[in-house]
Nanobody
Framework: VQLVESGGGFVQSGGPLRLSCAASGFAPVFPFSSSIIRWYRQTPGKEREFVAVIGSEGQDTSYADSARDRFTISRDNAKNMAYLQMNALKASDPAVYYC?????????????WGQGTQDTVTS
């Protein structure tokens, strides 16, 4: 399984940014549409922290307190894609954002990570 994030970049404080996660390599017996997708983020010197998770059907979602009410996680199973829409970005949001999958527990990271995509918030 491979995950490739994209969409990071520079954005003004208060602005929006949409991250994408392209997934590939899922086995037919366990397709992308059966997987849990999570977003994490990491800043230098800190541990990777959970941001959001979405269940296989896209109806079950959960967010970290820092992301709730500003970020929206979604997925398109027909395209093997997941997204993280980030609105009202703050100075505390810049990080490398990682897509994650694997495992059966929503709030526990799986084994597969993407390479990450960096976002930078400018004032």
């Amino acid at each position: 399984v491979q995950l490739v994030e994209s969409g990071g970049g520079f954005v003004q404080s208060g602005g929006p940014l949409r991250l994408s996660c392209a997934a590939s390599g899922f086995a037919p017996v366990f397709p992308f549409s059966s997987s849990i997708i999570r977003w994490y983020r990491q800043t230098p010197g800190k541990e990777r922290e959970f941001v959001a998770v979405i269940g296989s059907e896209g109806q079950d979602t959960s967010y970290a307190d820092s992301a709730r009410d500003r970020f929206t996680i979604s997925r398109d199973n027909a395209k093997n894609m997941a997204y993280l829409q980030m609105n009202a970005l703050k100075a505390s949001d810049p990080a490398v954002y990682y897509c994650n999958t694997g495992g059966y527990t929503y709030l526990m990271a799986g084994k597969t990570w993407g390479q990450g995509t960096q976002d930078t918030v400018t004032s």
